[in-house]
């Protein structure tokens, strides 16, 4: 799922294709990375079809970041949605958590539309911030505050 080109073309600090054990050094890193906490996202039957999770958290600021990519025929059946409200929850409820921030790439709707269903705003534009696709695209920052979290 991780390899497909339209799930990577959201994703900015991602190089594809990598072999296999470079892989799997990233999710043992993680493991021991105190500033990140990641997750599995999983269908109600277990079936594992992405990760989200909370990077660069700065305890003493309470903030982080948000990342998370779903598997592509998982798309629209909102999966998205709910793990990026449960994360925020968490980040905020268990974490402490004031702010959760993101980067957003302009040409990734789908992935706007869940943010601000779930409360971000947006707070910037980055031009031309990322070659993708043969062109330059803008990036979009986006955050959300504890109390704006919509528990739709």
């Not at 449960?86 to 402490?96: A, E, K, L, P, V």
Request: include cysteine.
């Amino acid at each position: 799922m991780f390899d497909d080109p339209d799930v990577l073309a959201g994703m900015s600090q991602v190089t594809f294709p990598q072999p296999l054990t470079g892989i799997r050094e990233w999710f043992d890193a993680t493991r021991r990375d105190d500033t990140s906490a990641i997750f599995v996202i999983e269908t109600l039957a277990g079936e594992p079809i992405g990760i989200c999770g909370l990077e660069a958290i700065d305890a003493r600021s309470r903030v982080a970041t948000l990342g998370i990519w779903i598997g592509k025929e998982h798309w629209d059946r909102g999966y998205g949605t709910d793990a990026t409200r449960t994360i925020c929850s968490y980040g905020f409820r268990q974490m402490n958590l004031q702010r959760i921030g993101l980067h957003v790439f302009d040409t990734n709707e789908r992935a706007l539309r869940v943010y601000k269903r779930v409360g971000f705003r947006h707070e910037g534009t980055l031009r031309r911030e990322h070659f993708l696709g043969g062109r330059h695209i803008d990036v979009h920052v986006m955050g959300l505050l504890a109390e704006e979290l919509a528990e739709g």
